[in-house]
Nanobody, 118 residues
């Protein structure tokens, strides 16, 4: 099994910064994608940013230039540096890792709340 544990959420004023971390443990395939999704009340879960084990990165348009995703492959940890936060960034942020080996292996953390006050 694979476990993902997020940390770093909290309450911040608009314009502020937060850094999320997600540590993965268990039977993890070395070639994987790790990423962050978010879900605001009444909205669908959406991709924020993702990074492959080879370093390929994908960002949602809404966070480009403000958020930075990175990872430490040796620690199986992914980070999300969030700057210039806006109230519309308020959501529960979920860590995800996935890989395909004939079938899709897809794992989620429990989520961490990020609240941005105006």
């Amino acid at each position: 099994q694979v476990q993902l544990v997020e940390s770093g959420g909290g309450l911040v004023q608009a314009g502020g910064s937060l850094r999320l971390s997600c540590a993965a443990s268990g039977r993890i395939f070395k070639f994987n994608v790790m990423g962050w999704y978010r879900q605001a009340p009444g909205r669908q879960r959406e991709l924020v940013a993702a990074i492959s084990s080879g370093g390929r990165i994908n960002y949602a348009d809404s966070v480009k230039g403000r958020f930075t995703i990175s990872r430490d492959n040796a620690k199986n940890t992914v980070y999300l540096q969030m700057n210039s936060l806006k109230p519309e960034d308020t959501a529960v942020y979920y860590c995800n890792t996935n890989w395909a080996l004939g079938v899709l292996y897809d794992y989620w953390g429990r989520g961490t709340q990020v609240t941005v006050s105006s």
